[in-house]
Antibody, heavy 121, light 108 residues
């Protein structure tokens, strides 16, 4: 079954760290770039970060740059998002999402259901 | 950074109505524009890519058009299952994505 499944969410205090994982199955993981997209409660979608297919290139939204770090383990079909110095505004559902090039255009064609991160004292 | 705006932020229409949502980019993005549907409690789904290309399996009542900075998403005949929030999204050459703020569609 073609899917990505997130884990690792939870409740954490401001300033602490959390690591999210994304497990991929049913497709060739090492040929895909992968994004994290988050959605705060009742709010819209916010792009967080992307990592290239081989893990060599990583780009982050300004809101998380310097605090979040992406890594990709193609041997395990896994993606990780290390989140440090968490803030209350990082509270959101975090979706792992596969990038796919279609007809020359980049898209997200596969989304996980997400894992909830709550930052609260 | 490129900013995306959408209008309206919400709309209410009757079953069978034609629904139109607009999306505007703060600078020219040619056709690098996708549309997603997110139903309550679900992950988003890709509907339109490259401004006007229908994703496989998506009903033909959905369509997109536009280029440059101005884009339009249309549902030709609104169905009850189309209740959702719709997002436009652009990307740059580094695969950094930006989503619009979303348009929530209700049935009247």
């Amino acid at each position: 079954q073609v899917q990505v499944v997130e884990s690792g969410g939870g409740v954490v205090q401001p300033g602490r760290s959390l690591r999210l994982s994304c497990a991929a199955s049913g497709f060739t993981f090492n040929t895909c770039a992968v994004h994290w997209v988050r959605q705060a409660p009742g709010k819209g979608l916010e792009w967080v970060a992307v990592i290239s297919d081989d893990g060599s290139k990583k780009y982050y939204a300004d809101s998380v740059k310097g605090r979040f770090t992406l890594s990709k383990d193609n041997s395990k079909n896994a993606l990780y998002l290390q989140m440090n110095n968490l803030r209350t505004e990082d509270t959101a559902v975090y979706h792992c999402a596969r990038d796919r090039r279609m007809g020359g255009y980049e898209t997200i064609d596969l989304w996980g259901q997400g894992t909830m991160v709550t930052v609260s004292s | 950074d490129i900013q995306m705006t959408q209008s309206p932020s919400s709309l209410s229409a009757s079953v069978g109505d034609r629904v139109t949502i607009t999306c505007q980019a703060s600078q020219d993005i040619t056709h690098y524009l996708n549309w997603y549907q997110q139903k309550p409690g679900k992950a988003p789904e890709l509907l339109i890519y490259g401004a006007s290309n229908l994703q496989t399996g998506v009903p033909s009542r959905f369509s997109g058009s536009g280029s440059g900075t101005d884009f339009t998403f249309t549902i030709s005949s609104l169905q009850p299952e189309d209740i959702a929030t719709y997002y436009c999204q652009q990307y740059d050459n580094l695969l950094r994505f930006t989503f619009g703020p979303g348009t929530k569609v209700h049935i009247k």
